[in-house]
């Protein structure tokens, strides 16, 4: 933000409460050990805490239990990251092209004024565009597709016939909405395509990482639930609900027909077979295989720790010894069971 806010403008619009000289302006955010003049550090992670005493950031966002931890002018407030974040999103506003329709661009559908449509974009025949909807260069959007006011979507985004997209959702570069799902049937020794005739649908306040892939429904729809955050090159496969306010870190991969709560993680690379139901606040570790379904809240993970290649090597080949080690110790236990009741009966 040009100029840049006092600090007790940044407390009059976010809250919280302020401590020491509130004249002094911030033009942007840093972190502890890096922020200089003008600019305000965050305490977010205890083991910092002795950077604050050694800062040179003009002002800090500090828990409370750090108020007394520094002299600097600083705001208090519980949940020091999210105050950060907000702080960040206020001096740092997106860069939006003003409104207006590119000379390149093929709009087949009428559209508000307030909208702006990039370069070589293309809109296909009954889309609905809610106000303040920006299409940067090189969009494609389908016949039919409802997109709520204030989306913003990136450059060479795709997004396929008659799906809709609510409101303050943001698309990044390249990510493709309402693909053909992964359905094919066997017949006589081929794979037989079977349309995908489901839309994808998008609630409010959705982040859709860069290159990422939602898939369409077979037959009823993909949905992504309000709040959602997916990373980069995730693959949502046909026919999942996502809940609400979930997120994924990159490289996620979930099979079709997968059903997984609100409120739920999955770590980088985790993976999701088809046809399962994960209950609300599941977090998966990152790196996860998960095939059954996850039915109560909680942390899963699936990861086989580290080693060095030689020690994998002789452990893979233990671990498949272990279904015949097993039923050895059954029949020795039985064994074993047996002699003490011939024990017993002689006694």
């Known amino acids: 933000m040009p100029g840049g806010l006092r600090l007790d403008e940044i407390v009059a619009r976010l809250g919280g409460e302020l401590r020491g000289d509130g004249s002094v302006v911030i033009s942007q955010v840093g972190t502890l050990a890096g922020a200089g003049a003008g600019q305000i550090g965050f305490l977010a992670n205890p083991k910092y805490r002795k950077q604050l005493a050694a800062t040179r950031a003009s002002a800090v966002i500090v828990p409370p239990q750090a108020a007394d931890d520094t002299s600097l002018p600083r705001i208090v407030f519980g949940n020091s990251y999210a105050y950060y974040a907000r702080v960040a999103a206020l001096l740092n506003p997106p860069a939006l092209p003003a409104s207006g329709i590119h000379p390149s661009a093929v709009v087949a559908s009428a559209v508000p004024g307030s909208v702006s449509i990039g370069a070589n974009v293309v809109v296909g025949e009954g889309v609905s565009l809610g106000e303040n909807v920006v299409l940067f260069p090189g969009v ?183 279904a015949r080690l097993s039923e050895r110790v059954s029949q020795l236990e039985k064994f074993l069971d047996k002699k003490l009741e011939q024990t017993d009966e002689t006694d």
């Not at 026919?239 to 994924?248: L, P, S, V």
């Open 140 to 322: 494609v959007i389908g016949d039919g597709v409802s997109i709520g006011s204030g989306t913003r979507v990136y450059p060479n985004v795709v997004i396929y016939r008659n799906c809709v997209v609510g409101e303050r959702v943001v698309i990044q570069a390249g990510a493709i909405i309402g693909s053909d799902g992964f359905g094919y049937a066997k017949d006589d020794g081929r794979w037989l395509k079977i349309p995908q005739i489901g839309r994808v649908v998008i609630g409010n306040d959705v982040e859709i990482g860069a290159n990422t892939t939602i898939d369409r429904g077979a037959l009823e729809d993909t949905i992504i639930g309000n709040g959602v955050i997916l990373d980069n090159q995730i693959q949502i496969a046909h026919n999942c609900t996502i809940g609400e306010q979930t997120a994924m870190a990159g490289c996620v991969g979930v099979a079709g027909s997968t059903h997984i709560g609100a409120r739920c993680t999955v770590g980088g690379a985790g993976m999701i077979i088809g046809h399962l139901e994960i209950a609300d606040d599941v977090h998966i570790s990152a790196g996860t295989m998960v095939t059954k379904n996850l039915k109560r809240p909680g942390q899963y993970t699936s990861i086989y720790p580290l080693e060095a290649h030689e020690d994998w090597l002789q452990n893979a080949a233990q671990l498949k010894r272990l």
